[in-house]
T-cell receptor, first 114, second 114 residues
Framework: GENVEQHPSTLSVQEGDSAVIKCTYS??????FPWYKQELGKGPQLIID?????GEKKDQRIAVTLNKTAKHFSLHITETQPEDSAVYFC?????????????FGKGTKLSVKP | GAGVSQSPSNKVTEKGKDVELRCDPI?????LYWYRQSLGQGLEFLIY????????KSGLPSDRFSAERTGGSVSTLTIQRTQQEDSAVYLC????????????FGDGTRLSIL
């Protein structure tokens, strides 16, 4: 089955700096890669996703890159702000078959210092 | 519009009791998922419903766990004879159910077994 590894587990940056979180996956059939932000006491909130036919996707200060050959994908947050502080999860899914669930990484706790 | 709604938000119960957790998905979403999040951990898939198809129960940790989805909408996750290791946040997500559609999460039920 699919396995997703996420690094680093914690990340501390100064406000205005960039933050990068990296994930690797094991199943070459995986074709959908979402990223979630989870604040304390809340459910995960989808912030960006990428499909396997795309190499990069941007949405304002957030971008995701995908390298299918190496089986890794990354989240990039530029010009970080204190409100970006949260736990970020990557996930992978092979939603082509009967199984539609996501396999999650263990999360990265991002702290943005003002 | 309304997001995924879960109830109760918190549940404290004694070991050995049965509990029922409820999920109201986003209207029109045919796919519904249950995940479990233990303290400081990623999300663990439990069960997946898609339309009228038989559910994918491959993530349920034991036969004490069951779930149903009535009328293709509301779902209930039942844990029988609860154990202390069942303490976690139980998250529900829904999606349009088509290939590679984003999953939207509720805020979860925090379950504490005394």
């Amino acid at each position: 089955g699919e396995n997703v590894e996420q690094h680093p587990s914690t990340l501390s940056v100064q406000e205005g700096d960039s933050a990068v979180i990296k994930c690797t996956y094991s199943d070459s059939a995986s074709n959908y890669f979402p990223w979630y932000k989870q604040e304390l006491g809340k459910g995960p909130q989808l912030i960006i996703d990428i499909r396997s036919n795309v190499g990069e996707k941007k949405d304002q200060r957030i971008a995701v890159t995908l390298n299918k050959t190496a089986k890794h994908f990354s989240l990039h947050i530029t010009e970080t702000q204190p409100e970006d502080s949260a736990v970020y999860f990557c996930a992978a899914s092979t939603q082509g078959g009967s199984q539609g669930n996501l396999i999650f990484g263990k999360g990265t706790k991002l702290s943005v210092k003002p | 519009g309304a997001g995924v709604s879960q109830s109760p938000s918190n549940k404290v119960t004694e070991k050995g009791k049965d509990v029922e957790l409820r999920c109201d998905p986003i209207s029109g979403h045919t796919a519904l998922y249950w995940y479990r999040q233990s303290l400081g951990q990623g999300l663990e898939f439990l069960i997946y419903f898609q339309g009228n198809s038989a559910p994918d129960k491959s993530g349920l940790p034991s036969d004490r766990f069951s779930a149903e989805r009535t009328g293709g909408s509301v779902s209930t996750l039942t844990i029988q004879r609860t154990q202390q290791e069942d303490s976690a946040v139980y998250l529900c997500a829904s999606s349009l159910g088509h290939r590679n559609q984003p999953q939207h999460f509720g805020d979860g039920t925090r379950l504490s077994i005394l």
